[in-house]
């Protein structure tokens, strides 16, 4: 009671989710009269990051940066474009392909808004679209980061759970490539609705040179996803050669890198970096507060006490994420929920926690683009000079879709299991 009283007050009074929930371990040791508590509470809040996966996340920050730095992230829209002929809406769907690749090499959803809505937006507006559309389809498109590898909310979780973060990785191509399917069908829809223009086609030459000019770019979500399937590399290493990769494409390839631009990018990442471990590091303490407390148990009572079935547990569990999605950002929603419910989800009802990653980490991305929190929402509306309020509108079609997917994903787990099965 002294745990959930104190979270909640922190949060009413806008306390940083980290300091609240370093906070309310402290206040949670002093009710309780255990002095040993306060003891080990430097070591468990030290202990929080005394793991090999986390070094994962930094780099896969700091990899984004130098993509960004190095114009990779234009090759890639170029190179989309190479694969498309004259067809209606060639743009919208140009977009969503460089999404997926960025999704690919950044596997955060506000970096991928944030470098995508200074590439596409611009470009899909001089080409007769509409300003809020061309926004809505680009923020729409972050919604694939969680789930095509690298995924930092993987990583997190992985980390949380103490399973292989490379398997996955795996686990999230199937449902990604769904995801990218459904909304391939909703920019078709939106094709017909608003009218969009058809691109110009390109000539068997400026293909050929497209094609050629994005090679050196396309090498890094290739060598990210290949030394981890193969077996090469983990994650973590992974992470590093592409990092090392992007800053050799940008500064001998496209020459769009300079040596001034490489501090600046390591002192970017390593402040987003801080940010996120001192979380988890937060983190870490409180999940070692509720078991204290005896929340796991308590929790998994209660949901016995309402079904038996794990359908109806993962179903129930996707209308909690949504609520919590929409107050919360996913890494701190992760954190709390991981600890509590993935011990009920495997133990009581045997889902597989590579399936409960993938739904919960795909389910609290939706947190991003709805208020009243809504980082993505607020990130994309911000940077392409669009009313939030209108955004969230024309989003509801890939809200639809994306949860669309996710009802399959819980009535077969198959869609995530299935390729990590067959690897």
């Known amino acids: 009671m002294i745990v959930g009283l104190s979270f909640v007050g922190f949060l009413a009074l806008g306390v940083p989710i980290a300091f609240t929930l370093a906070g309310v371990a402290l206040i949670y040791i002093f009710a309780s009269g255990n002095g040993i508590l306060l003891q080990s509470y430097g070591q468990q809040l030290y202990g929080g990051l005394e793991n090999y996966g986390l070094l994962a996340l930094p780099l896969f920050i700091l990899l984004g940066e130098f993509m960004n730095a190095g114009g990779i992230g234009r090759r890639l829209m170029a190179l989309a474009l190479a694969f498309l ?25 506000v970096a991928q808004i944030t470098i995508m809505s200074r590439l596409a937006v611009p470009e899909m507006e001089r080409a007769g679209y509409s300003r809020d559309v061309s926004v809505a389809i680009t923020a729409a498109g972050g919604l694939l980061a969680p789930v095509i590898p690298p995924s930092m909310l993987f990583i997190i979780f992985g980390v949380i759970a103490q399973i292989p973060i490379g398997d996955l990785f795996i686990a999230g191509i199937v449902p990604g490539l769904l995801i990218f399917a459904a909304f391939i069908l ?16 390109m000539s068997l030459t400026q293909r050929v040179r497209a094609v050629a000019d994005a090679l050196p770019a396309a090498l890094i979500p290739l060598i990210i996803i290949g030394s981890i399937l193969g077996g090469f590399a983990t994650p973590t290493e992974s992470a590093a050669v592409a990092s090392l990769a992007a800053i050799l494409v940008g500064l001998f390839v496209y020459r769009e890198m300079k040596l001034a631009d490489i501090l600046p990018a ?35 009572a209660a949901m016995q006490a309402m079904t038996e079935s794990p359908i109806v547990f993962l179903l129930l569990l996707n209308l909690l994420l949504l609520c919590l999605g929409m107050i919360t950002d996913p890494i701190p929603a992760i954190i709390l929920i991981v600890p509590v419910l993935l011990p009920v989800a495997t133990g009581v009802y045997g889902i597989d926690p590579f399936h409960f ?7 609290l991305t939706l947190g991003l683009l709805t208020p009243p929190v809504g980082t993505g929402l607020f990130t994309a509306a911000l940077m392409g000079n669009v009313r939030a309020e209108r955004l969230s509108l024309l ?18 787990p198959v869609l995530s299991t299935g390729l990590k099965g067959l690897l």
């Open 85 to 109: 002929g004259s067809v209606r809406g060639g743009l919208a769907y140009v977009n969503l392909i460089a999404n997926m690749m960025m999704a690919a090499i950044l596997g955060s959803t």
């Open 186 to 201: 909703v920019i078709a829809w939106l094709g017909r609705r608003h009218g969009f223009p058809a691109n110009e086609a």
């Open 266 to 300: 390591f002192v970017n990442a390593a402040r987003g970096s801080a940010i996120v471990l001192f979380l988890i590091a937060a983190a870490q303490v409180f999940s070692w507060v509720i078991t204290f407390e005896n929340l796991p148990a308590l929790v998994a």
């Open 395 to 412: 989003l509801i079609p890939f809200f639809l879709a994306t949860a669309a997917v996710l009802l399959l994903l819980v009535f077969f």
């Open 357 to 363: 990653g993938v739904v919960l980490c795909l389910n």
